[in-house]
């Protein structure tokens, strides 16, 4: 409180360091501009940050160069937050008058800035329950894996891979002798698809460095996931993770407690018992590591289990050619087009920008910190009073209508809330009237369903209740409630049992 | 009713035609020894089956020859049931003291059979809830994916993958000139695995029609779920199962409603949406089709939603040189370890022997199916009498620990208990005194957890229903309930909104 009130006291604005801000479109880019305005600019002098339009009509108006332009700032920055943007399809391709159908900007920047890992994590609001109780963390490998393969549809034959050291000689003639053959296999069927992939593995140890840092500093079990018992070449990724591991951080962990119950050593989880670890680990606090598709597939199903992918943050982590990290923040979620045209429409909306603030905060933070200690200990005076100003809104029942049901706020009167709210937190003005009086049921109860998902189904939901309530008088006691919970899969297990299946499905 | 009495006044067994009986070992071996002395053997004169034991001994006493057999003798029958099987670690390998670690036998079995698809559905039990509420079908071809990859470490350097027609030609120099590039990429990183594999299509027709047949009948609605957005190689697969399925199935499925929510249209899914609407469909009455690794992945996936793999099939269904069907049928799990060393160890176990009590069903009417359709209705006669006599037992609390708790039966009282009321069924007595009773709880209730499963943590499920029990009053209203389910992400949603994350997600 003392910290907020001293650094308001001194009159200006934080001025922030250089950053790289890439806007997209929609209702995620109108509702950023509403934070910038609202949030971030009253207090916060963003001059020094670079900003950069990936609209489809920029890429198309600039030929794509806004796009190199952008992965070439954010290469000399280090820092940059994304808002979410459309990749067009051929329809919008025609209805917004591209040239072309500009693909993902996802691909150069993952090259551009060297891309080690994904990192995805629940987003936890205080005193509010979503889906896991504690922190699940995650690193999707960034390169490698079937998004760069090669491929070409081909009939029956011989199908031939030849690897050929770098130095010396044509590529394509094949001619030269100093190959290894990777791979040979007759193709039998009349009709194959051939498929062709590297994984590169250099970076695998600064992906180990981030990943074992972030889940010590958020006292969080740390697991390898890869389908190494089958997919023999995966072991490298998981031997270069437990080298790194066990030479650098094993000590920390085991005296941290976070050892205790993996027997002292680094625990490997095989993909597909991740799925169903996943389902059953609700509590949370465990991270995961894997390789770029089985990330993709695993952290959906994790941003399932938390809700929705809204609370999932997804930050990709690069370095630079001198060996510094590049950071760049995003919200997991696409460009929200359902409540983009209903807003056109002049229909009110409730958006939650939770992804989007992560993201900003995400950014400026490291912004900051690349300015050194002093910055960011400026700058995470502001960020912490903006978080805490939006936690406490959601907290207290000023929250968007996907957290506190019908009589939640709409999108502008939400940033109008924590406008104000951030405004007498920097003033050292932290008393929450409402707060006492409806906080305890609020914050772990009303956490309705954002309106832009599936309808509940009220009849189904009292057939369902009849069924747990075993005398039939209309209330589940807690013995009706722990059967039920154990039924729904949903039960909190004690911690020892835990990796029972680990074992089971290792067996497939 | 009429009909058992009718079979069993025939006063002999049913003659079982030819069938490939493939034992393993350890709780499952003796388990079914139970079920083929006590429910089967007293029924069904089943002299024409034939056996092959793949405990590891076997083989390694047999150098493998045994399952070479095995894989021949399927070929020739058609119908074969297997129980789990071990694939043994190096440490097996020394304590049962064994030539060689030998592999697993699905590789043989699947190539010697030309595995289509391993069929992985939900069982269900009339009268008990699980996980799903109906029907979960998922086909996952047996074929291609990175399973048969080929792959090198390589420092870096040049990757080039040729394709040569099938005729003429020395295979390894690569000196001819009719190849076709099917990929060439610079391995930049000194440290790399590359990675060859290829999918091959001429059965996905096959796929297709069995996946589509058996939604059909079991009225659940197909989607293909693959990666084909990012991985363009899979739009094959999708293209192959779409046009076999507007050809021969679009009719009738449109007829049967199975179409209204989809538009009238095959629906596709891509894989990691996919993970989502795994965990939010949990009415059931879906089907899903897959690549291999996704199949691995999300039948995992759905067998943890449906409480356990102790609940899903495990089919592989080939197709001989003549074009008939071979179908496979197997339990989802291994072969329970901890309750063979209990058993060991003179401690009493209460196995539940549902999943290999499916596959025999399935293999035993299978070979009926193959013998005509009189031998068909004999013998399904038997099968429906024998799953009715387990489902019964389960749904009045005579069952295994896992299914009615701590007063359930142990694995030989509840072979005993079957045995009994299935001599009764095929007497043409179907009274159960008890049924009328206890019936309506036990059915949707009282199925507790499998004690091999981690225990539930007592303290923590009463702080849980203390956050539900909004007016603190002890219980649980339907209105808290729904509150509930509704955050705990399982709340029965209108049928017409599901599939609204199919779009959301398709965007990262």
New interface residues.
């Given amino acids: 409180a003392k910290a907020y009130a001293r650094w308001a006291s001194s009159g200006g604005k934080i001025v922030a360091p250089p950053m790289v801000y890439i806007s997209g479109e929609e209702m995620t880019r109108y509702a950023m501009q509403l934070v910038m305005d609202n949030w971030i600019e009253p207090h916060v002098d963003t001059s020094t940050w670079e900003y950069y339009d990936l609209s489809c009509k920029a890429r198309d108006d600039t030929e794509d160069k806004v796009l190199a332009d952008a992965v070439d700032a954010g290469k000399r920055i280090k820092a940059i937050f994304k808002e979410?943007t459309i990749?067009p399809t051929a329809e919008q391709v025609e209805s917004l008058g591209l040239r072309k159908a500009w693909g993902s900007p996802n691909g150069a920047m993952r090259r551009g800035w060297n891309g080690i890992t994904i990192s995805r994590d629940t987003i936890h609001i205080e005193g509010v329950?979503l889906?896991y109780k504690r922190p699940v963390l995650f690193e999707r490998h960034a390169v490698g894996g079937?998004?760069g393969?090669?491929?070409?549809?081909?009939?029956?034959?011989?199908?031939?891979?030849?690897?050929?050291?770098?130095e010396g000689g044509p590529?394509?003639t094949?001619?030269r002798n100093d190959?290894?053959?990777?791979?040979?296999?007759?193709?039998?069927?009349?009709?194959?698809?051939?498929?062709?992939?590297?994984?590169?593995?250099?970076?695998v140890d600064d992906l180990a460095h981030h990943f074992f840092k972030r889940c010590l500093a958020e006292k969080v079990v740390p697991y390898v996931v890869t389908?190494k018992t089958?997919?023999?070449?995966q072991e490298?990724f998981w031997a270069i993770m437990k080298r790194t591991f066990d030479t650098h951080y094993k000590a920390a962990y085991a005296e941290a407690g976070l050892l205790d119950k993996c027997g002292g050593e680094l625990q490997h989880l095989i993909?597909?018992?991740a799925?169903?670890q996943i389902?059953?680990w609700t509590d949370g606090g465990f991270g995961m590591a894997a390789h770029n598709?089985?990330g993709?597939?695993?952290t959906?199903?994790v941003?399932?289990?938390h809700?929705s992918?809204g609370f999932i943050t997804?930050n990709l982590i690069g370095k630079s050619d001198s060996g510094e990290l590049i950071k760049e923040f995003e919200a997991?979620?696409?460009?929200v087009s359902d409540l983009w045209h209903q807003h056109l429409a002049g229909v009110e909306t409730s958006f939650n920008p939770l992804g989007m603030l992560e993201a900003i905060i995400g950014a400026m933070d490291h912004a900051a910190a690349l300015a050194g200690p002093e910055k960011e200990a400026e700058m995470t005076k502001f960020t912490e009073a903006l978080r805490s100003a939006v936690h406490t809104s959601f907290r207290i029942g000023e929250g968007t209508r996907d957290m506190v049901g019908p009589e939640g706020l709409s999108t502008e009167q939400f940033v109008a809330t924590v406008r104000a709210r951030l405004g007498r937190y920097l003033e050292g003005d932290f008393v929450e009237p409402k707060e006492a009086e409806v906080c305890t049921?609020k914050s772990?109860?009303?956490?309705?369903?954002d309106p832009?998902?599936?309808?509940?189904?009220?009849s189904?939901?009292?057939e369902?209740?009849n069924?747990?309530d075993?005398d039939g008088n209309?209330?589940?006691?807690?013995e009706?409630?722990?059967?039920?919970?154990?039924?729904?899969?949903?039960?909190?297990?004690?911690e020892e049992?835990?990796t029972?299946?680990e074992h089971?499905?290792g067996?497939?």
């Fill in positions: 979410p990749t329950e889906g079937e998004y393969a090669g491929w070409k549809a081909t009939g029956s034959g011989k199908l031939v891979t030849a690897f050929y050291p770098s590529e394509a094949l001619m190959f290894t053959i990777v791979d040979q296999r007759d193709l039998k069927d009349a009709e194959n698809v051939a498929v062709v992939y590297h994984n590169p593995l250099d970076n389908k089958v997919f023999k070449w490298s993909s597909d018992a799925t169903m389902i059953r598709y089985d993709d597939m695993l959906d199903e941003a399932q289990v809700r992918p997804s997991s979620h696409g460009t049921i772990s109860t009303d956490v309705t369903r832009s998902l599936p309808e509940v189904d009220h189904a939901v009292q369902m209740f069924q747990y075993l209309g209330t589940i006691d807690v009706e409630f722990e059967q039920m919970l154990d039924k729904l899969g949903v039960a909190p297990l004690r049992k835990k029972y299946h089971e499905a067996q497939v």
